[in-house]
């Protein structure tokens, strides 16, 4: 008889949805005798002998396949019982009514069958699954072909051992535990071994799996350990591991040394036993960072480097130091290919470099570097150094894998550094323009003492807007100014300048607080809509401030805040306490009243000013913070020295990293007592000038001042002259003295003189002109209750 091969050793057909045969095959016709032209085009049920399966093609709609036993008719009329298996076919939209059904069943071979023990016994030793077999004591009974090449042992010459004999550590005896518990349970068992095999350089890992060998009394036999190789597998996953963890612990801060470092501690051990990171000397120079040709030879900084070994003993460039990159050189090479390289480190390689890179070419060889992959880092189209991987313990060398992972952890660490060097030379330049809008130096003025402090925020956090000012007003007075503009960087020290300048000017003008805050804000809103009119996005600025105006002469200071905390005041014999002071809006929200306050301050009080970044600190809240400054002005003393009380504040309250700058100003006041102050009432009549003018010259000569008495009775005799004629009464002539000499007449009149230039036959107009050329400065401040003119003359030269 002839063999039933190919296409006709199995019997097809095709059934579509409503049971009518569509497709039938040569195996179909041997196993029932109909050709396909006799059953095409039928119905599937007069195939079948006797009634149909109870579970029937039209009864299986949700399944997608089928099997069970058939009986069915043969053409010539005697049963055939077959085993029928049923699947699901899906049909394309178009070609039918969804799906059909392929059956298929196996024709009856028409010779013996073949030697089916051999040919199991051919498949164990040929498997491409390493495979061995174990009797119940765990000896070795069968192993095929693979395991006797990984094993690198004939199957001759470990028949009988056991898996500890074979392979020696605790990886074999793990197994051999699990095999027992296979004997006694009959479960399978799996573990992951890392194992290192006889011939293999390195180590493998190995995912094992024991299964029962069990007879036909289901009793165990033996066991069966069938292992794959999964190292490949392994190793991608610690690449991705390492990769991620690159992710979490590279650029965790805005400090470019510190991310360096951070990418050699991630890649060392790992990826390689030793790592360094140097970056071209000239960070800062886009230009040099973007050229497209590097100097030869290459200079780099040593900016981090980490090893296995303690200490870095394979380190010869000290941290911080510049060294020559001979051009042969791994590091050379590829900043001028800009790609990663991997080198095999060999004599006659490094002798190439070796004579202008002696002691590094001699560390190489005595740590016996094998492997070495050198990564530029680049970001944003510009080189910042590379990244250097060496292998000298790990016997393997590096591979594409490693090159790829290598590249990838560099880049990252490449942005984060590029990011950190762009915010430093950002600090930088916001901590510059910073420091030259603040004071360096406080002026010289009689009213307070002060001394201040500003401390900028943590680097990651950035520069902010706060500021602090002294500024002299006229009769002896002073303004006390502390401000936070909203937000970090060079925007906000920019803003933070113009709203210090525009405090100047009002403050200049001798406006009151509650008033200069109001135009203060108005200066905000336009600050705002010129940002909005310049950018795409909202440009809303905000700000507090702090404005303060103390009088020596009447010991009065007053203040108002826009949306500022309130200052602390000490009173000699008393104790640190926060200010009632009207709480204003911040500055930008346009409309909203400002609120003064007057306070009497006794000579030798502290006031104490700051912006929330003294008191808001990371851990605790504003309240606490207020609490703890105010107990270190208690401990410190009411006469204790103010530069070591701004320093005690700072030292306490101020964690080393804060999140936000501080403005510190402390200011101890002065009193301007009856013996430096002389006042008179004005008679509203031309005949007082001469009167006043002498009162004025016996004056001086009781302050020893005879030198200033023709420059002062012409300023006061031109002062209360203009006064009389064009103000309204009442009128006070006033001079103080302090380290110069102040000139002040005062009246109920509102109108403020200016100069002009007087004609040729003007018998008036000149007055003015005499006292701006005579003194060193004058002006007119506006009060609730008229206007003051005043002059002011040097006492010593300038």
């Not at 196993?31 to 085009?41: Q, T």
Request: net charge negative.
């Amino acid at each position: 008889m002839t063999q039933v091969d190919g296409e006709a050793a199995t019997a097809r057909a095709v059934v579509n949805a409503h049971g009518v045969v569509t497709g039938w095959s040569e195996g179909a016709r041997r196993l029932v005798g109909y050709r396909a032209s006799e059953v095409v085009g039928r119905s599937a049920a007069v195939l079948l002998a006797g009634e149909a399966p109870i579970v029937s093609l039209r009864s299986v709609v949700g399944l997608r396949r089928w099997n069970g036993a058939v009986d069915l008719r043969h053409r010539d009329g005697h049963l055939v019982p077959v085993s029928l298996l049923a699947h699901r076919r899906e049909m394309a939209p178009g070609d039918g009514d969804g799906h059909e059904w392929l059956l298929v069943s196996p024709v009856a071979r028409s010779r013996p069958e073949l030697d089916e023990a051999g040919l199991l016994g051919w498949s164990l030793t040929q498997s491409p699954c390493t495979m061995a077999l174990y009797d119940t004591g765990l000896r070795l009974l069968r192993v095929n072909a693979d395991m006797e090449r990984v094993m690198g042992l004939t199957e001759a010459e470990m028949r009988g051992l056991r898996a500890s004999e074979i392979v020696l550590g605790p990886e074999s005896d793990r197994t051999e535990q699990l095999m027992r518990q296979v004997l006694r349970t009959g479960e399978r068992q799996h573990l992951r071994a890392t194992l290192q095999l006889a011939g293999d350089p390195g180590e493998s890992v190995w995912s094992v799996s024991l299964a029962p060998v069990r007879d036909t009394d289901s009793t165990v036999r033996g066991v069966l350990l069938s292992a794959h190789n999964v190292t490949e597998q392994h190793l991608a996953r610690k690449r991705l591991a390492l990769i991620a963890e690159a992710g979490v612990r590279i650029g965790t801060s805005l400090d470019l040394a510190r991310t360096a470092q951070e990418l050699a501690d991630v890649a060392v051990g790992e990826l390689a036993d030793f790592v360094t990171v140097d970056l071209l000397p000239d960070i800062e120079d886009d230009r040099e960072l973007s050229a497209l040709t590097l100097p030869s030879p290459v200079l780099l900084r040593r900016v981090a480097n980490q090893s296995v070994l303690p200490g870095c003993p394979e380190a010869v460039v000290p941290l911080g130091e510049v060294a020559v990159y001979p051009d042969p050189s791994p590091a050379a090479e590829c900043l001028a290919s800009g790609r990663p390289r991997i080198h095999e480190v060999t004599r006659s390689g490094t002798a190439r470099w070796a004579a202008e890179a002696p002691e590094r070419a001699k560390r190489m060889r005595r740590f016996g570097f094998h492997s070495v992959l050198a990564v530029p880092m680049r970001t944003r189209g510009i080189t910042l150094g590379v990244a250097t991987f060496s292998r000298h313990l790990r016997p393997d060398p590096f591979e594409e894998d490693d090159l790829l992972l290598g590249q990838e952890i560099t880049a990252r660490a490449a942005l984060s550094i590029d990011n950190a060097r762009r915010y430093t030379r950002e600090r930088t330049t916001a901590l510059t323009l910073q420091s030259s809008l603040l004071p360096q130096r406080p002026p010289r003025q009689p009213a307070v003492d002060v001394a201040s402090r500003y401390r900028p925020a943590s680097a990651q956090a950035g520069v902010g807007g706060d500021w602090f000012d002294v500024i002299p007003l006229s009769g002896a007075r002073v303004a006390l100014v502390v401000g936070d503009v909203v937000g970090h960087g060079i925007q906000a020290s920019a803003a933070m300048g113009r709203l210090r300048t525009a405090v100047r000017t009002l403050a200049d003008v001798d406006l009151p607080p509650d008033e200069l805050l109001t135009h203060l804000d108005d200066v905000v809103d336009r600050l705002t809509a010129e940002a909005d009119g310049t950018s795409g996005d909202a440009g809303d600025l905000g700000a507090t401030c702090l404005y303060a105006v103390y009088d020596p002469v009447s010991r009065l200071c007053c203040m108002a805040r826009a949306g500022h905390p309130s200052p602390v005041l000490r009173r000699p014999g008393g104790e640190p306490h926060i200010l009632d002071l009207p709480a204003g809006p911040p500055l930008g929200l346009g409309g909203l009243p400002f609120e003064s306050a007057e306070f009497e301050l006794p000579e030798g009080s502290l006031l104490t000013l700051y912006t929330d970044g003294l008191v808001e600190a990371r851990g605790h809240d504003m309240d606490e913070g207020v609490d703890a400054l105010l107990d270190v002005l208690s401990r410190a003393g009411p006469a204790a020295d103010l530069e070591e009380s701004c320093d005690a504040v700072l030292h306490t309250l101020l964690p080393d990293r804060p999140v936000d700058d501080v403005a510190l100003l402390l200011a101890r006041t002065h009193a301007l007592d009856s013996a430096h102050v002389a006042a008179w009432d004005v008679r509203p009549e031309p005949s007082a000038v001469a009167e006043l003018r002498t009162a004025a010259g016996r004056q001086l000569r009781e302050w020893g001042l005879e030198e200033a008495s023709f420059v002062t009775e012409l300023v006061v005799s031109e002062l209360v002259t203009n006064a009389i004629r064009y103000g309204r009464p009442p009128i006070e002539l006033r001079l103080i003295l302090d380290r110069n000499l102040i000139c002040e007449v005062t009246d109920a009149s509102g109108t403020s003189p200016h100069l002009r230039r007087a004609r040729v036959f003007d018998e008036g107009g000149r007055g003015l002109m005499l006292v701006a050329q005579l003194t060193r400065s004058w002006g007119t401040r506006h009060t609730y209750r008229g206007k003051t003119i005043w002059a002011e003359q040097p006492l010593t030269a300038d």
